[in-house]
């Protein structure tokens, strides 16, 4: 990111408003090039925001992290239960049973807090033998939390009051392009909240008119959303609109 967060904020929202400008019929493809262009605007940007910060400990292989509550938009949630269904329509893929891992571990988590999560040490369905098996699809929310200790953030996983060091890097870029994302789902009149992962995927893997229909206006995803303020959200946005 060269520049204000201003600018690379109002580029990235105009950018997704053009995606949703020449959506055409397809709508789960649309939801896919926009979660895709979240995707790249991060990992294109992250190293120049992260510059100069000390390196990361998180590695592949530590999953010690996966077991919070994750976000995402609406887009992502699509993007995510499309590879779902590709990979489960392959044998091996089918074997790892991804749907009924999710179902199950939402039925377990629904309604619980951030802590409560944590404390009951349940990994996020998508961890399998420690790795993350849709980790090239996975949400802005996974990418944007980072951290310089592993000690710290195994000692906070097994419950210990600690202060885990986090990337600020990572967390405003994953802000930044996720705010712009919303942003421009808002401009163009669609829902533009942030749903709890797991219900999310659960809604979407059952319900396969669920991504055209909420293109059309109705939110199928409602069940999982955040309850976030979201009329100052909206305020904000409005507000930005009118810079440059
Ligand atoms: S989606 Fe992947 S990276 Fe994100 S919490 Fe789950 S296992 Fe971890």
Known sequence: MNGEPIDFF??????????????????AAAARAL???????????????????PALACTKGCPTCCALRVTATAPE??????????????PQGAQLQLTRRIVLAEEATRGRSEQERLDSGRPCPMLIEEACVLHPVRTLACRGHAAFSEEQCRA???????????SAAHLTLR???QSALQAALRDRGLPWGLYEL???????????ELVDDWFAGTDG??????DLDMAALGQAFDELRTIN
Not at 10 to 27: N, T, V, Y
Not at 38 to 53: C, L, P, R
Not at 198 to 208: F, K, M, R
């Open 10 to 27: 109002q580029e990235m929202r105009r950018g997704f408003g053009l995606i949703l400008a020449h959506e055409g019929a397809d709508s």
């Open 35 to 53: 979660a895709d262009s979240a995707f790249d605007w991060f990992e294109d940007n992250i190293a120049t925001q992260a510059e100069g910060q």
């Open 77 to 90: 949630i699509f993007l995510m239960a499309h590879y779902i269904r590709m990979v489960e329509a392959t």
């Open 156 to 166: 906070a996983a097994s419950g210990e009051e600690v202060d885990v060091s986090i």
């Open 175 to 177: 802000a930044l392009v």
């Open 198 to 208: 797991n219900q999310g995927l659960a809604l979407t893997l059952a319900e396969p």
């Open 221 to 226: 995803l409602a069940p999982a959303a955040l």
